[in-house]
């Protein structure tokens, strides 16, 4: 399916084969005598003390919080959404790609982050589309779109595909999630002409939607047979690993910045006016 990496060329055939398996798939002075109430030199010594360790611990508690634990304890809903490279087709339901990103940043201190799984096996950028009202019910903060491999598999109209993803895209804004397109590239048994048109997509796409762009969503891992299934197509949990450490997190942290500041700054801006009309 794929051919980006310089590496993948020598997969190709084995690709080819199978790719039809993708469609269907933290010491003491003496005291004095004191009037009664007055307290003591020692007294107000262990009391300054106590004070002072007080503050002291308190400092410390401060300094070792890190700020970004407090803006990253907002909720946050990722929807994981495209085809089976998105399912995770052949893994454990805990070591597909969202599964794996859950769990890496609940781990990173994203601790109210949910990454939902909206992939399809056979998944065409036709039927994401038609499927855009039931999964925009999550209400997605962030959407991690990757979809049209199984268009190119079929020889699809490569501005089709284009019109989809762009119709997809503009869809999700417009219901206030932030895009995050992930960029695909097929076997070159097609044609290069339709091979260069189709991997072109993607950074066109992202630049004329201002969205981030994973550059190749299978890097490292496609046409790597350790990391693959059998299938040669679809990535082992290890695979998936690499997949959301080196091409997906680089992306999408600094996405998840923005939007938990946005978030908190919204926050702050609705508590002010709340205070102001009280």
Known sequence: MLN???RLAQHLPAIAMLAAIMAISGCQKETEPTTPNQPT???RSDTET???????????TNADAPTDMQVNSSPI??????????????????????????D?????????????NSGLSGETSTGLVNRLDWVLQTKPDVTILTIGANDAIRGIDVATIEANIRTAVKRLQDNGSVVILGGMSIYDNLGDDYVAAFSDIYPRVAKDMSVPLIPFFLEGVGGEAELNQADAIHPTKEGYTIIVND?????????LQEVTAAETSQADTTKNTTNEST
């Open 4 to 6: 980006t990496p310089s």
């Open 41 to 43: 030199d020692t007294q």
């Open 50 to 60: 106590t004070a002072n360790q007080a503050n002291t611990t308190s400092v410390d």
């Open 77 to 102: 809903t990722i929807l994981a959404l495209g085809d089976s490279l998105t399912e995770g087709l052949g893994v454990d339901k805990n070591d597909n790609y969202p599964a794996q990103l859950e």
């Open 104 to 116: 890496r940043l609940q781990a990173m201190g994203y601790k109210n982050t949910e990454v939902i």
């Open 247 to 255: 091409n997906i997190l680089p992306i999408l942290e600094p996405t």
